[in-house]
T-cell receptor, first 112, second 110 residues
Framework: DARVTQTPRDKVTEMGQEVTMRCQPI?????VFWYRQTMMQGLELLAY????????DSGMPKDRFSAEMPDATLATLKIQPSEPRDSAVYFC??????????FGPGTRLTVL | GQNIDQPTEMTATEGAIVQINCTYQ??????LFWYQQHAGEAPTFLSY????GLEEKGRFSSFLSRSKGYSYLLLKELQMKDSASYLC???????????FGGGTRVLVKP
């Protein structure tokens, strides 16, 4: 049963600390997405990759956020330094070309 | 840009039918998706429309009118487990990027 995995599932940190979230997409999927979900803003696209190349990161605050795909089995989203307003659930999703996206379980981030 | 509107909340009775509307204004269109999201869980794919008309999948159906910028998700024979948020998402002209609406929370009552 192929699924997207994310670690950690929960993260509590203090303002100013670095946070790294990891995602393993479904094997064979060539597109990987990072989303952020909050009550106020809903589900927002931060960045996405196709065949490991970044296609769009216009939704991401560039001064503190960075997203990478070091290889086809790993995508990372890093926040440095973290701020309380970054508190949200971060979802990774993967898909194959233009087909539907499959979401991971999310990382619930709390920045104190 | 993209603008997607759907009602915030709907309540319905077990066994009944509920229709969730979604209207959109987009700079390009290459398909509309519906996702279901239970509280505390990830969104899961329900349906996809790229041509006008009705797509039926068991108790769930989705309709699209591209000329009107309008879609709906129809849930029939409602069950308690259908209580969830339903997200409408539009794919623009380029790539596989989705823009999501704010979601409609459906509460199914006995």
């Amino acid at each position: 049963d192929a699924r997207v995995t994310q670690t950690p599932r929960d993260k509590v940190t203090e303002m100013g600390q670095e946070v790294t979230m990891r995602c393993q997409p479904i094997l064979g999927h060539n597109t990987v997405f990072w989303y952020r979900q909050t009550m106020m803003q809903g589900l927002e696209l931060l960045a996405y990759f196709r065949n490991r190349a970044p296609l769009d990161d216009s939704g991401m605050p560039k001064d503190r956020f960075s997203a990478e795909m070091p290889d086809a089995t790993l995508a990372t989203l890093k926040i440095q330094p973290s701020e309380p307003r970054d508190s949200a659930v971060y979802f990774c999703a993967s898909g194959q070309y233009d087909n539907e996206q499959f979401f991971g379980p999310g990382t619930r981030l709390t920045v104190l | 840009g993209q603008n997607i509107d759907q009602p915030t909340e709907m309540t319905a009775t077990e066994g009944a039918i509920v229709q969730i509307n979604c209207t959109y204004q987009t700079s390009g269109f290459n398909g509309l998706f519906w996702y279901q999201q239970h509280a505390g869980e990830a969104p899961t794919f329900l349906s996809y429309n790229v041509l006008d008309g009705l797509e039926e999948k068991g108790r769930f159906s989705s309709f699209l009118s591209r000329s009107k910028g309008y879609s709906y998700l129809l849930l029939k024979e409602l069950q308690m487990k259908d209580s969830a948020s339903y997200l409408c998402a539009v794919r623009g002209a380029a790539g596989n990027k989705l823009t999501f609406g704010g979601g409609t929370r459906v509460l199914v009552k006995p």
